[in-house]
């Protein structure tokens, strides 16, 4: 069997030699992807029977289809083979938990209104749109201000110059109650990984709280997103496939080994700071580790399993990169962050995020809630230390400072972790609220003491690859579109991989007639009964229902003829080679299955 995250070319050899020979190509414009997702079902606008709402799409039966085999996939690369655990958390997060992640002050893009129309903008976009600036979204709103003043640049929705307007800051958060009254806000999550960060102390139970583990989770989120557009590039709702991995920081290593021979190709933030800016370098990841262009060996291990997946996943290398991100744009948790980021119709887009996020978001969360945020790790042998206190007399503290006397006990504390020192004297100084207060050594209690530890309290920092999944189908459909001549005659067709084509095979009677549409159907429901997604067709000559089922990406296609009520046999079509074969029908399932695991179709 074909190992599945193998690079297609190698699993894929016969077909890209067929695509090479009837010279298919691909990079659609954006219009014609849309237009297919529409018209075949993939995806379309929302509600648009009721005039629709912008940054809203329904997957409809192939997009649907498609978006389960994804979600599948990632599940299976990186829950199932990596021993994670996966979770379901909900949609509606009350508003401390935002409060605690820092979400109420940062979660921000930059806005700017129309003086003339009331339209608003996403104003780093304007400049983008308008400028040589790629990465608008890393500077601060004034000078995003200055870019859109110096450049002139109007409303895009009526021409009103835009230069003197301000450029402010926009909460993305869709704000809601929970129960009635408004005394309990709560808002719409905007990721899913504050389910996973809140719920760490009952996860790390499953966990046996042993480091390092994973938590997995696929689910939708809510931006009210300025300016959606782009088809599912940028909305309001997605669904997002996020891993949070916790680990002990001084510990905990990545089987490195298993990657460090991946190509990647690295856009690192010195070459956009550089002459060469848009160069990218491919390297190995053990390379990229060695030379410090990656420095955490986690985010490092993870960019080299996730780069295999787009491949396998039907990603064009060609067009497809790892950008690291500039100072100025990292988030507020990120220590480092790289995005995958593919080529669509010119442009560059983000398809995940990979951040080593450190300890700020569990550490948060312990600041701010009722529970404690690390684990217990046992050492190898108990620890006997010396481990200075104190235990003040506050008959003496409380007449001598008053309503001071607590904080000075504290202040005293706090002195003799630091520098146990200062109690060598007849007296101890501390300052509290600008003042000095002396406390004689002998009513502080002070005393160094033998302590024997059986461990120590981590709080584990956090690796997280966080998947755009509408974003990731976008990219897979676009680099899979295909265009070429069969038989004289154009065709368009999707270039799936088997395990991501919504429909695996199309069972058609070359007429219904002479029993051939009860045999057909009968074929039909064995290979669904065999466990392949089967769609059965009688509209319209074979070349029509060879074409319908190209365009949707069905890789095989079944005709019951004849020959089949003479000789048990049918034809078997390759999607993307168009070659065909007879097999027998009691054969069918299995070299079916076959060919799906990699089995070459011309053997």
């Known amino acids: 069997m074909t190992d599945p995250d193998a690079p297609r070319d190698a699993a894929d050899g016969a077909k890209d030699d067929a695509e090479a020979a009837s010279g298919a190509s691909g990079a659609a414009d954006a219009g014609t992807v849309v237009e297919l997702a529409k018209r075949r079902g993939f995806f379309f606008p929302a509600n648009e029977a009721y005039g629709g709402t912008s940054g809203f799409y329904t997957y409809g039966p192939e997009g649907a289809a498609l978006k389960r085999n994804l979600e599948a996939a990632w599940r299976d690369r990186f829950v199932t083979r990596e021993g994670h655990m996966e979770i379901d958390s909900p949609t509606v997060t ?208 993870y960019l080299g399993i996730a780069r295999k997946w787009y491949d396998r996943m039907g990603v064009d290398m060609d067009r497809f990169r790892y950008r690291q991100h500039l100072p100025g744009e990292l988030s507020h948790y990120a220590s480092d962050c790289w995005d995958a980021e593919a080529e669509i119709d010119g442009n560059w887009i983000e398809i995940t995020g990979f951040a080593d996020r450190g300890a700020y978001d569990l550490s948060k969360h312990d600041t701010y809630s009722d529970e404690d945020y690390s684990v217990f790790k046992a050492y190898d042998e108990p620890r006997t230390t010396e481990r200075p206190s104190i235990d003040p007399d506050m008959s003496v503290l409380g007449p001598e400072f008053g309503g001071a006397a607590g904080d000075v006990a504290d202040e005293l504390a706090a002195l003799a972790a630091r520098d146990p020192s200062a109690f060598e004297g007849s007296e101890v100084a501390v300052e509290v609220d600008g003042e000095t207060h002396t406390v004689p050594t002998e009513a502080t209690g002070f005393a160094v003491r033998e302590e024997t530890e059986t461990g120590e309290h981590v709080t584990p920092n956090v690796i997280e690859p966080a998947f755009g999944i509408g974003r990731v189908l976008y990219t897979v459909l676009d680099h899979a579109y295909r265009e070429d001549e069969v038989e004289g005659e154009s065709r368009s067709y999707l270039a799936l991989p088997d395990e991501l084509a919504p429909t695996f095979v199309g069972v058609f009677p070359l007429m219904d007639k002479d029993g051939l549409g009860e045999r057909a159907r009968a074929v039909a429901a064995d290979l669904r009964e065999a466990g392949l997604a089967v769609t059965y067709d009688d509209s319209g000559n074979i070349g029509r229902r060879y074409r319908r089922q190209d365009e949707v990406g069905t890789p095989y296609c079944v005709t019951v003829d004849y020959e089949s009520l003479e000789e048990g046999t049918v034809t078997v079509r390759e999607r993307d080679s168009t070659a065909q074969k007879r097999v027998a029908i009691e054969e069918l399932p299995s070299r079916l299955a076959a060919f799906r695991a990699g089995e070459p179709f011309d053997t």
């Open 94 to 301: 009350p508003e401390a938990v935002f409060e605690a992640s820092g979400h109420l002050d940062t979660f921000d893009d930059m806005i700017v209104e129309c003086p003339e129309c009331g339209a608003t903008h996403r104003a780093d976009h304007l400049v983008e749109d308008n400028t040589d600036i790629e990465e608008a979204e890393s500077l601060d709103t004034e000078r995003v201000a200055d870019l859109i003043a110096e450049h002139a640049i109007a409303c895009p929705s009526c021409g009103t110059a835009l230069a003197d307007e301000s450029v402010d800051a926009f909460n993305l958060m869709f704000e809601t109650n929970i129960g009635p009254g408004s005394s309990s806000p709560g808002y719409l999550r905007p990721e899913t990984a504050q389910g996973m960060f809140v719920e760490f102390p009952r996860l790390a139970e499953y966990a046996r709280n042993q480091l390092p583990f994973g938590v997995a989770q696929i689910g939708r989120g809510y931006r009210n997103e300025i300016s959606p557009r782009r088809s599912l590039i940028r909305v309001r709702e997605f669904t997002m496939a996020e891993l949070e991995h916790f680990v002990d920081p001084e510990s905990d290593e990545p089987p490195i080994e298993r990657v460090e021979d991946v190509s990647v190709p690295l856009y690192s933030a010195a070459t956009q700071d550089g002459e060469d800016d848009g160069d990218v370098t491919w390297t190995t990841i053990g390379e990229a580790l060695a030379d410090g262009t990656i420095t955490s060996e986690w985010v490092a291990y």
